[in-house]
């Protein structure tokens, strides 16, 4: 798909920005705030593969205990699971009213007619996160193309700067990594009983004959 002019432009000074970028923060900050004039959002959210929100359009600093991104931390998954190909995700009244928990009442309240969603991904598959954008209406075919293209460089510069992943295990708050070692220590004071089966033959470790002076049958030993 051909990019007008004035788009490929911009969508270069989008990338240099995240060229720029020294940390994920500074990325994520540039992805949600500098993406505006091209969509003219009402809000811009770039979340985890965890489904933690790492930058809001601006939010120079998140309250990671505000009512809001609480929300949003438990609704993302839902969005994720019913979130079409095209990444344009709008929900019918039905659909928001068979959501679980306080997703309508949180849509309602806090986001607009739909999302626009780009998901960044490793180069090995998976996945980065992704970049969401609250619309009134599906963006245009152009900027959607245009959008495609950055969400490439987003997420090469994205893995460039948070590096290899984790180990699953630290990834865990720091009490869930506490509880689980003291789940480890405990399983090792379990005793483990084994058993094998081999030839054997038991012998005295100081034998002595016995005799008598008479031949007879030993009638019994005590």
């Known amino acids: 798909m051909t990019i007008r002019a004035d788009l490929a432009t911009f969508a270069t000074n989008l990338e240099a920005r995240a060229r720029a970028a020294e940390n994920v923060a500074e990325l994520g900050f540039s992805m949600a705030n500098d993406s505006h004039p091209a969509l003219h959002f009402r809000q811009a959210l770039v979340i985890d593969e965890r489904s933690n929100v790492l930058a809001v359009s601006g939010l120079a600093k998140l309250t990671d205990d505000s009512p809001y991104l609480i929300w949003l931390k438990r609704s993302w998954p839902w969005v994720i699971e019913h979130l079409p190909e095209s990444g344009w995700f709008a929900p019918d009244a039905a659909m928001?009213?068979?959501?679980p928990g306080d997703i309508a009442d949180g849509w309602?309240?806090?986001w607009p007619?739909?999302?626009?969603?780009?998901?960044?991904?490793?180069?090995?598959g998976n996945t980065l996160g992704w970049v969401a954008f609250l619309?009134?209406?599906?963006?245009?075919e152009d900027i959607r193309a245009m959008f495609e293209r950055i969400a490439n460089t987003w997420a090469y510069c994205w893995e460039m700067l948070a590096g290899k992943p984790r180990p699953s295990w630290l990834r865990l708050g720091r009490r869930q990594r506490y509880l689980a070692l003291l789940a480890l220590i405990l399983f090792l004071l379990i005793p483990i009983r084994q058993s094998a089966l081999a030839p054997a033959e038991v012998i005295a470790l100081e034998a002595e004959a016995l005799s008598a002076?008479?031949?007879?049958?030993i009638k019994s030993i005590h």
């Open 108 to 110: 309602q309240e806090w």
């Open 113 to 124: 007619t739909g999302v626009q969603v780009l998901l960044l991904k490793r180069r090995d």
């Open 96 to 99: 928001l009213a068979a959501a």
């Open 213 to 217: 002076p008479l031949d007879g049958v």
């Open 135 to 140: 619309l009134d209406q599906p963006a245009p």
